[in-house]
């Protein structure tokens, strides 16, 4: 492993020799006298990665260092040296971008563990920075598996707003992949550095989604033992996913469409207004249209909201994008599952084109990792294909019913395994592969009792 390297920056040619030879063991040293000698040194070596400079030297100091050391755009990470005179300069150094100061005379001890913990710090953000890289490449529009009509009018929005602060109301049935053109959206936005925080609006309780949003007080109510920063606050300068906004409490709603107005807000039992910047992404499998109409949704809270609207079509619209979504995941969990698959027969791709999919891509997905599991060979065979496709009821369903008729195999498939299941909700809802939300809203759609 390659020793790192350090640029001792001193006009004094005792303290940098010294310091030279103190760390040659550990690291490979260069020596300057001043500011410029040391420029040049950075520009013809590029394995640089510390700079320890001293803060007061001739000609050009520790800050005009440090600013041109910034300008050649490399990633160094900048040490001074100062005296208690010079203390005041340092910490403005600080403030700049340097890392960190010494104090004269230097503590060795000190030395080798800011030494040690500024190449960390380096470390670390250049993994950070290729981590970034690798999300924006697997948050690409491209990720929007198919060819369809549909899917290709969803790529070309996003591509148009996603480098805009627009609100955005993603919208679709569950298991569409609203929360994955969320992803998109802000991995493809000038805000992609910033924070990107998701909410589940629907997963909590009223109260507690206040201060999950806003945050609250200390002794702002029975168990607030101290100050907590809600999602607006933690999402400054990225972006806010309110997931399932539709399940929104009507005052909630109120201080979201503030926000909107306004990018203000109190945090629960506070009088302090809070101004941040946050781009607002928001999803819902409910007609919000429909849920304006009947008063349970603010009508300018929607119209804040669909600035941007993206309707994500259920699967069932988009049968053409089946066969390279299936081919997708198969791959997948094939290297997940350390699986050699190289196919799907056509029985077993004729099964899955046939069903209507009331789970959607998620249903999907989940069968696709069952099949991908317990196939013997290397291609997955209608054998392999989860009960609820295989049932000789649903087989002749899928075998006679036209696509206008889906539904009735939708509903049949439902029956069939709250059968299985003597009628527990939670265990039918995973044998179909879909959310018990879903499958009580699929209840309700059929009117089906129980």
Not at 32 to 56: F, P, Y
Not at 150 to 158: A, G, Q, R, S
Not at 327 to 337: D, Q, R, S, V
């Amino acid at each position: 492993m390659l020793q790192p390297s350090v640029l001792i920056v001193d006009d004094e040619t005792a303290v940098r020799e010294n310091l030279a030879k103190y760390l040659s063991s550990d690291y490979i040293t260069y020596t300057a006298s001043n500011g410029s000698d040391a420029i040049k040194i950075i520009e013809e070596n590029s394995d640089i990665e510390v700079v320890l400079s001293d803060m007061k030297m001739p000609e050009m100091d520790g800050i005009e260092l440090l600013d041109t050391i910034q300008g050649t755009g490399k990633d160094i990470v900048t040490i001074f040296v100062t005296g208690f005179s010079t203390i005041e300069s340092a910490v403005n150094a600080m403030r700049k971008g340097a890392y960190d100061y010494l104090t004269k005379p230097i503590d060795l001890n000190k030395l080798e563990i800011t030494l040690k913990n500024a190449i960390e710090h380096k470390k670390l953000k250049s993994e950070n920075i290729l981590l970034r890289q690798q999300i924006r490449e697997k948050f690409d529009a491209t990720t929007l598996i198919g060819n369809s009509a549909k899917i290709k009018e969803i790529i070309d929005l996003v591509k148009r707003v996603a480098s805009t602060r627009a609100t955005i109301l993603i919208q679709g049935e569950s298991g569409t992949g609203k929360e994955l053109v969320a992803n998109i959206i802000h991995y493809n936005s000038s805000v992609v550095d910033g924070p990107f925080i998701k909410v589940n609006c629907s997963a909590l309780a009223e109260g507690v989604l206040e201060s999950e949003l806003f945050g609250h007080e200390k002794g702002a109510f029975t168990g607030a033992l101290y100050m907590k920063k809600g999602r607006f606050e933690l999402a400054d300068g990225g972006t806010l996913f309110l997931d399932e906004i539709g399940d929104l409490p009507p005052s909630i709603q109120v201080k979201l469409l503030r926000f909107l107005q306004e990018s203000e807000f109190e945090r629960v039992g506070g009088t302090k207004t809070l101004k941040v910047d946050v781009r607002i992404i928001s999803a819902t499998n409910k007609d919000l249209e429909k849920l304006v109409t009947e008063e349970k949704f603010r009508d300018d809270l929607f119209y804040r909201l669909n600035v941007v609207s993206v309707e994500v079509p259920p699967l069932r619209e988009r049968k053409e994008d089946i066969p390279p979504i299936i081919n997708y995941h198969l791959n997948k969990f094939a290297e997940i599952h350390n699986k050699k698959i190289s196919g799907i027969s056509k029985d077993a791709m004729k099964l899955i084109k046939s069903y209507s999919w009331p789970g959607n891509i998620r249903e999907l997905m989940n069968c696709i990792e069952s099949a991908v599991v317990v196939s013997v060979g290397d291609t997955v065979t209608a054998n392999s294909l989860p009960p609820f496709l295989t049932s000789s009821k649903t087989s002749k369903l899928l075998s006679s019913q036209p696509d206008d008729k889906l539904f009735e195999i939708e509903k049949k498939a439902i029956l069939d395994a709250l059968e299985k299941t003597n009628g527990n909700k939670a265990e039918a809802s995973r044998v179909l592969g879909i959310g018990l939300r879903t499958l009580y809203r699929k209840l309700k759609q059929y009117n089906v009792k129980g």
